[in-house]
């Protein structure tokens, strides 16, 4: 049986700007309020705020905050993200910043990802993630410049020559790993349950 079709819609291109605007809200001066709240606010209403990896003027993360909270600042993002854990990162499309009530949502991600990981992450010998889990879990948060490797050779056009940062991205992607602070492109690595307190 087919679902009863329903008329087109009329609509005006003045209302279909409107109901845009609406949507994205960018029809009002603050409607999220200030502060890393309002930056926890605004990623839940988008759903996810992806993270820019080309800086020409600023990133576009950087951007879509702006025009949405009244003087916003980096700052309003690295404390939703670090201190207040309001958001984490993760991937949706592409690596994003993303509502930490979502989190449930990428548990079957993560598990798959643990599970089936693929050509790149397939390729990081388990050793490797347990070191850097005992290295996290004994030093506490850590980025890639606090491993020493030897460097090896590439066999993944996206690979590290550094092993450690292999198996970083394999404990992140798995969710063993969470992101628990960012400057500008360097990374700073957690245990996820730490992070967000979900030891206790």
């Known amino acids: ?16 700007r409107r109901i845009w605007l609406r949507a994205q809200r960018l029809d009002a001066p603050e409607p999220f309020g200030t502060g890393p709240e309002a930056v926890r606010k605004a990623v839940e209403h988008l759903g996810y705020v992806q993270i820019d990896t080309i800086h020409v003027i600023e990133r576009a993360h950087h951007h879509i905050l702006w025009s949405r909270i009244p003087g916003y600042r980096r700052a309003d993002l690295h404390a939703a993200l670090s201190r207040d854990k309001s958001v984490f990162e993760y991937w949706t499309h ?52 606090d491993f020493d490797d030897t460097p090896v050779e590439k066999d993944h056009l996206w690979a590290s020559r550094k092993p450690s940062k292999r198996a970083l991205e394999c404990g992140f992607h798995g969710g063993a790993l969470t992101i628990s602070a960012r400057s500008g492109m360097l990374k700073t690595y957690e245990l996820t349950r730490r992070h967000f307190g979900w030891d206790a």
């Open 1 to 16: 049986m087919s679902a009863a079709r329903r008329a087109p819609l009329d609509l005006s291109t003045a209302d279909a």
């Open 94 to 145: 592409a690596l994003a910043y993303v509502p930490t009530r979502d989190f449930r949502y990428f548990l079957p991600e993560m598990k798959r990802r643990r599970e089936t990981p693929g050509r790149w992450f397939g390729s990081t010998p388990p050793g490797e993630l347990r070191r850097v889990l005992a290295r996290i879990r004994r030093d506490g948060p850590l980025s890639i410049r």
